[in-house]
Nanobody, 124 residues
């Protein structure tokens, strides 16, 4: 079992920044690929960013490329999502997830463990 706890969400104005954190416990963190997903009201959960077990490979959805950065600190069992130049369309609940296969994955069904989510609201 892996437990994931997100933090860092909040209310920010358009153009602002937030850094989300996801602290993991329970298994060897460096064995897992990690991902960030988001879900807005009335919409399906969508991929945002992913990182492989070592941090050497990442992937992003097109709409966040150049604005968001995923990173991880295996010594701290934590994955981060730095979000800059935020837009109202980024408003959603953001979830982190862990995948037992260590490479980058972009589909929700590929992930084994999920956090409870943190709300990000971007005001116009």
């Amino acid at each position: 079992q892996v437990q994931l706890v997100e933090s860092g969400g909040g209310l920010v104005q358009t153009g602002g920044s937030l850094r989300l954190s996801c602290a993991a416990s329970g298994r060897t963190f460096s064995d897992y690929a990690m991902g960030w997903f988001r879900q807005a009201p009335g919409k399906e959960r969508e991929f945002v960013a992913a990182i492989n077990y070592s941090g050497g490979s990442t992937a992003y959805r097109d709409s966040v490329k150049g604005r968001f950065t995923i990173s991880r600190d295996n010594a701290k069992n934590t994955v981060y999502l730095q979000m800059n130049s935020l837009k109202p369309e980024d408003t959603a609940v953001y979830y982190c997830a862990a995948c037992a296969y260590a490479l980058v994955h972009t589909k929700p069904h590929e992930y084994d463990y999920w956090g409870q989510g943190t709300q990000v609201t971007v005001s116009s």
